[in-house]
């Protein structure tokens, strides 16, 4: 694989996780025999990543200690936000300063296990084709989760935005430190970045085949817990 760096969001309150969240960080949380953390870490270290950012703000202790138990033999950089969460966009920007290549940038939100390894290796082969940033969409059809009304949509590989949207946005993408170039702000969503990429022509993607299951509230969180996961 030639992308050697990933960063992780892991800064988020998880309000609507709550109860659950008020004494654990919502990355923490344990879905099968893994948290949500751990699969991501394994996705980016099966994948060959050697490098790791990961950002840290509610219960970032927690998040430190489990990281330190795990050992991991790649390097793992964290960036704490605990005086001042940075948004998506900033998290990704800040976290990522020192990486001069692409990385893949990794939302732990979503149920990430080995099924999406050769697709992760598919959106590596389409940004050095493209050479552009690309994000793993799937059809809202393959939600878990209904409620979704779509973010994205998908034509020959090219991203766009429409009045009707059929595709979400997985949580994985590939980047690079220049689709920052333009940004002046320290706080601001990846939103922004897309935005500015579809205008100019120059966000790709992949469709997911697999059944999207994403940890966003409570009511998802107890469905999910009654399958028999296993890893």
């Known amino acids: ?26 990355p923490l949380i344990k879905i099968g025999s893994k948290n949500l953390l751990e699969r991501a870490i ?14 840290v703000h509610y219960l970032s202790d927690q998040i430190k200690d489990f990281i330190n138990s795990k050992k991991y033999k790649v390097k793992i950089i964290i960036s704490d936000e605990q005086d001042m969460l940075l948004d998506t966009g ?30 992760l290796e598919d959106l590596e082969d389409l940004y050095f084709k493209k050479k552009k940033p690309c994000l793993l969409l799937v059809n809202k059809k393959l939600s878990f989760d209904s409620s979704f009304k779509g973010d994205f949509n998908l034509h020959n590989s090219a991203v766009s935005r429409d009045n009707k949207n059929e595709f ?4 994985l993408q590939i980047l690079d430190q220049s689709v920052f170039n333009s940004i002046e702000d320290k706080i601001f969503s990846m939103n922004k970045i897309w935005d500015i990429l579809i ?16 940890l966003n509230t409570k009511e998802i969180y107890d469905k999910i817990s009654n399958f028999k996961i296993t890893d």
């Open 168 to 171: 979400i946005f997985t949580g």
């Open 199 to 214: 205008e100019k022509k120059s966000l790709a993607g992949i469709e997911s085949k697999e059944k999207f299951y994403h």
């Open 42 to 55: 394994d996705l980016l270290i099966n994948h060959g990543v050697e490098e790791i950012a990961i950002n």
């Open 90 to 119: 900033g998290g990704i920007l800040n976290a990522t300063r020192s990486f001069k290549k692409p990385f893949v940038a990794v939302n732990p939100d979503t149920l990430w296990d080995n099924t999406y390894n050769n697709e």
């Open 1 to 26: 694989m030639k992308i050697k760096h990933g960063m992780i969001l892991a800064a988020g309150l998880g309000k609507r996780l709550q109860p659950i969240t008020l004494k654990t960080p919502k």
